[in-house]
């Protein structure tokens, strides 16, 4: 997320936020997690940096599957605090930064990480210049973001009937590559619409070699216990893409 996106340090959106199912869970309450374990890399003997941290689930995931040194970024501070109660590993730092600024690192890493924070940024572009820039070679990129089906109209949400019934995911503006606002937990959040071309051919142009791209779909368990979970299969929420350099 960017520094103008600090709507994660209101107080009362946090306290929002720290309730939704994936803060409580962790990572196994999150549906597309599954499906992002399987494409991570073997973290064994790697530094790694992840971008938007929030709690610092991913960092601390990496550090129990043999990173040697993690680094996780958030612009929010609310977030960061967090993260650092959450964490006692040596090996970890948190830092309160805006992922548009990994230029100032003085570091490189051999697996850069994201989820669900990249379509925060205006520049996508210059973010993967950035990314491409800081990973060693051979150096990974992992990201998860919201579908681009999923953001174009912008409101977010199913189109009902009177009576409350889901009748369609509504697709509209989808060229259009702009600023979005929605609402999330009840207050208003500025996101970035982006295709799912650029998304793709904006890597691929920076010299990345794509390794796996998909859109996951909720573990059959979760489908099971939850209606809003068999929803997800009516339209992609996300996208993940892994990259290599080198």
């Given at each position: 997320?960017?520094?103008?996106?600090?709507?994660?340090?209101?107080p009362?959106?946090?306290?929002?936020?720290?309730?939704?199912?994936?803060?409580?869970?962790?990572?196994?309450?999150?549906?597309?997690?599954?499906?992002?374990?399987?494409?991570?890399?073997?973290?064994?003997?790697?530094?790694?940096?992840?971008?938007?941290?929030?709690?610092?689930?991913?960092?601390?995931?990496?550090?129990?599957?043999?990173?040697?040194?993690?680094?996780?970024?958030?612009?929010?501070?609310?977030?960061?605090?967090?993260?650092?109660?959450?964490?006692?590993?040596?090996?970890?730092?948190?830092?309160?930064?805006?992922?548009?600024?990994?230029?100032?690192?003085?570091?490189?890493?051999?697996?850069?990480?994201?989820?669900?924070?990249?379509?925060?940024?205006?520049?996508?572009?210059?973010?993967?210049?950035?990314?491409?820039?800081?990973?060693?070679?051979?150096?990974?990129?992992?990201?998860?973001?919201?579908?681009?089906?999923?953001?174009?109209?912008?409101?977010?949400?199913?189109?009902?009937?009177?009576?409350?019934n889901?009748?369609?995911?509504?697709?509209?503006?989808?060229?259009?590559?702009?600023?979005?606002?929605?609402?999330?937990?009840?207050?208003?959040?500025?996101?970035?619409?982006?295709?799912?071309?650029?998304?793709?051919?904006t890597?691929?142009?920076?010299?990345?070699?794509?390794?796996?791209?998909?859109?996951?779909?909720?573990?059959?368990?979760?489908?099971?216990?939850?209606?809003?979970?068999?929803?997800?299969?009516?339209?992609?929420?996300?996208?993940?893409?892994?990259?290599?350099?080198?």
């Open positions: 997320m960017t520094m103008t996106n600090t709507i994660y340090d209101d009362s959106f946090f306290d929002a936020y720290s309730h939704m199912a994936r803060s409580e869970g962790g990572l196994p309450a999150a549906g597309e997690w599954q499906t992002l374990k399987s494409v991570l890399p073997d973290f064994t003997g790697k530094t790694v940096l992840d971008l938007g941290c929030g709690y610092g689930w991913h960092c601390r995931y990496a550090v129990e599957h043999g990173a040697k040194y993690v680094l996780g970024i958030d612009s929010s501070a609310k977030m960061i605090e967090q993260a650092q109660s959450m964490t006692h590993s040596s090996i970890i730092d948190y830092r309160v930064m805006d992922m548009t600024a990994i230029d100032e690192l003085k570091v490189h890493f051999d697996v850069i990480l994201s989820s669900l924070a990249i379509h925060y940024i205006q520049d996508y572009k210059g973010l993967v210049a950035k990314i491409y820039a800081r990973l060693n070679t051979p150096g990974t990129f992992i990201m998860s973001v919201e579908h681009p089906i999923f953001t174009a109209q912008g409101s977010e949400e199913w189109i009902k009937d009177q009576n409350g889901t009748l369609y995911w509504p697709v509209d503006r989808y060229f259009d590559e702009s600023s979005r606002e929605t609402d999330f937990l009840d207050h208003k959040i500025k996101k970035y619409h982006r295709t799912m071309t650029t998304y793709l051919e890597l691929i142009k920076q010299g990345f070699r794509l390794t796996n791209v998909i859109e996951p779909q909720p573990p059959v368990e979760m489908q099971k216990e939850s209606a809003e979970m068999r929803d997800e299969l009516r339209r992609p929420m996300m996208l993940i893409v892994t990259a290599t350099k080198g």
